[in-house]
């Protein structure tokens, strides 16, 4: 079965074109290099949340190693259903 110009060019355009929404850039932290609260903040809020970003920031950071100061930061900058870093 042979399918029309039109058509085929349709359905051999739609994986190209895809669904109109655009996603959101994934930003990657660079493992090797230490994450700062100061730019943490800098990142997108996606990406500031994602339990990996988390994890690092606490771990790269002294002040937030222990449950107490992680606890604190998190009150302050983290919205309520955000995981707890990695704890």
Known sequence: MKLPLPILAFVLLIPAVGCGGRPEPKIDVDIAE?????RWRELPPNVQTEPLTLAKLRADNPALADDQGWKEFAATNLPDDTTDGGN
């Open 34 to 38: 230490p994450l700062s609260v100061e």
